[in-house]
Nanobody, 123 residues
Framework: VQLVESGGGLVQAGDSLKLSCAAS????????MGWFRQAPGKERDFVAT????????VYADSLKGRFAISRDNAKEMVYLQIDDLKPEDTAVYYC?????????????????WGQGTKVTVSS
């Protein structure tokens, strides 16, 4: 299974970004997907997750309202829209594929990870 993130970069506070994750190697539409992020010197934290069919999404409480996860099963893609970026959003963002079909916030329930895409937000 391969997950490849893209869309990161250096942006200014208040900007928007849409991160993408291309999946291959197993039946994409059978599994939930998630986004996590890791800031310098910190743990990898949950950001958002989406169920196999997109009907269920869950977000980290502190991020609700600015982040939106979506997926396109036909294209085997998952996306993370981030609006009103803040310097504290600076991190490497990772896409992950869950072990099953329902959305999950638990890092240990994801069995495949991408290499990450770096987002840097300047103030």
């Amino acid at each position: 299974v391969q997950l490849v993130e893209s869309g990161g970069g250096l942006v200014q506070a208040g900007d928007s970004l849409k991160l993408s994750c291309a999946a291959s190697g197993r039946t994409f539409e059978r599994f939930a997907m998630g986004w996590f992020r890791q800031a310098p010197g910190k743990e990898r934290d949950f950001v958002a997750t989406i169920s196999w069919n997109g009907d269920s999404t869950v977000y980290a409480d502190s991020l609700k309202g600015r982040f939106a996860i979506s997926r396109d099963n036909a294209k085997e893609m998952v996306y993370l829209q981030i609006d009103d970026l803040k310097p504290e959003d600076t991190a490497v963002y990772y896409c992950a594929s869950a072990r099953w079909s329902y959305a999950t916030t638990v890092r240990g329930q994801y069995d495949y990870w991408g290499q990450g895409t770096k987002v840097t937000v300047s103030s």
